[in-house]
């Protein structure tokens, strides 16, 4: 059976994550829960036709379907496995690289390598690899998102009565480790949009990716490949063109930068506020401020 085509507005995301954004084809996959083979085949499909990027304004979704799909199907490249999951899948015990080959055949057999070359590309790849797997950042590329555990009482002054529990939002720099800190109603999806402007605005920029962890105001569908975005927190990615990576379930490297700040803010904010009564949610900003323009003036040799 023929396989549904991509609908137009998912293509030009492709297109603007590629081209603007300059993602790999897997995190493209990624970010708009695309198959990377569909990914290849789409940027394939506009290498071979008369477009070019960025795309002609009086360009309607009808024309550009019709220039990508004119012709029969394209020539797909062979795509690479996902090493590092190979590498952490091995571990496994019973493990065997037959299987995983098996499986990475399953997703699309058009596009896959046969075996031996499959294990030829992993043993390269495994010989390039330093003992040490620290990522390396680069600066203004990701910011990592997440929130505290513990959250802050927000007190009725009149009856004493706690009015709700603030939620401690927190978005840290790859590459600095420049922390920004916010306290929030809540953690649904407004709240969490909201917060995510107030920190582009605090920055004075927007970071090339974002990655949250895997709550429903950003994820409404977690998967290992291809996560299902929340479909409002896209569009503000969209709006400020930059691209949503969520860090991979049972992936702790992923998020460690994340896990890493909301620790640091945990010990270094929330423990200095513990005595203290908040009426309103501003009071609490307030104070927060004051402390987290501390936390990121402290020698980074400090942090834990």
């Not at 402007?197 to 949250?212: I, K, N």
Request: net charge positive.
């Amino acid at each position: 059976m023929a396989r549904k085509r991509t609908d137009m507005r998912k293509i030009k995301d492709v297109l603007r994550l590629k081209f603007e954004v300059g993602l790999s084809h897997r995190d493209i996959g990624q970010c708009l829960s695309l198959g990377p083979s569909t990914v290849s085949e789409i940027l394939s499909r506009f290498k071979s036709s008369d477009l070019s990027w960025p795309l002609p304004q009086a360009l309607n979704d009808k024309t550009l379907e019709a220039q990508l799909y004119s012709t029969g199907p394209v020539q797909r490249q062979k795509r690479l496995p996902d090493f590092m999951l190979m590498q952490q899948e091995l571990k496994r015990k019973g493990m065997t690289k037959l299987l995983l080959w098996e499986e990475y055949c399953a997703e699309d057999s058009a596009s896959a390598y046969g075996y031996t070359q499959f294990c030829e590309h992993y043993q390269r790849w495994l010989k390039k690899q330093k003992r040490s797997m620290r990522q390396h950042h680069i600066a203004g590329d990701k910011l990592f998102i997440d929130y505290c555990g513990p959250t802050v009482p927000i007190i009725n002054p009149d009856t004493g009565e706690v009015r709700y529990h603030a939620q401690i939002f927190v978005a840290t720099l790859g590459a600095t480790n420049y922390t920004y800190v916010e306290a929030g109603r809540s953690q649904r999806e407004e709240d969490w949009i909201m917060a995510h402007v107030r920190t582009f605005r605090h920055l004075g920029g927007v970071p090339r990716l974002l990655v949250p962890d895997n709550l429903k105001s950003a994820v409404t569908k977690a998967h290992r490949y291809a996560p299902t975005l929340n479909e409002n927190y896209a569009r503000m990615a969209r709006h400020y063109g930059c691209a949503i990576v969520p860090a991979r379930p049972y992936k702790p490297k992923d998020k460690a930068k994340a896990e890493n700040a909301v620790l640091i803010v945990e010990r270094w904010i929330l423990m200095r506020l513990r005595r203290e009564c908040f009426y309103t949610l501003a009071s609490l900003n307030a104070r927060i401020k004051v402390l987290m323009a501390e936390l990121n003036n402290r020698p980074q040799r400090l942090y834990p």
